[in-house]
């Protein structure tokens, strides 16, 4: 038992480290301030350096963070050790692209077993999280795109786990689960 989950974390980190470096943008030097070290995931070992004004700018809860007096923005390290890093490194794309990218020829069902769509489900519930409706948005028009011609269907679930880790007042969340229901 335990090698076979030592196989299925190497697998899992393998596949961490291929999203990743999928995800992963370059940016050019700019005169702008050093970027904040979010530490991510349970074991602190996955570092993004993230620009602050871009944090600050898609997140009110970055904002609260770097300009309410919390410790991190004095140390320049933000530590969010019960997020995913494929879940972060999605969002870390998004704040420098303004686009949450997916496969953009996954319309058959029968390739739908990606895990696309439960990361498209994990992004948006990050981004309630996060506070950031720009990253709702921009995870609706992948969800839309993802939907695309010829049969806009949403695979069953992804509605439902949104819906229950979401605010209950959260009008995106409603829409998302009002296009599932068709």
Known sequence: MVSSDKANASKEGEELAAA???LS???????TPLPILLVVGEEGIYHFHVHEELLVKHSKYFEAAMHNGWKEAEEGTIYLSDLHPTDFATFANFVYTGRVMTKSDDHDEATRSDGEWPRLARAWILGNRLI?????????????????????IIPLGFHQNIYKNTAGD?????LTCSLARG
């Open 25 to 31: 943008v370059r940016v050019p030097a700019t005169d």
């Open 20 to 22: 990743m470096s999928r």
């Open 170 to 174: 959260c009008d995106d969340s409603w």
């Open 132 to 152: 950031s409706t720009s990253y709702e948005d921009a995870v609706l028009d992948a969800v839309v795109d993802k939907m695309g011609p010829p049969k806009y």
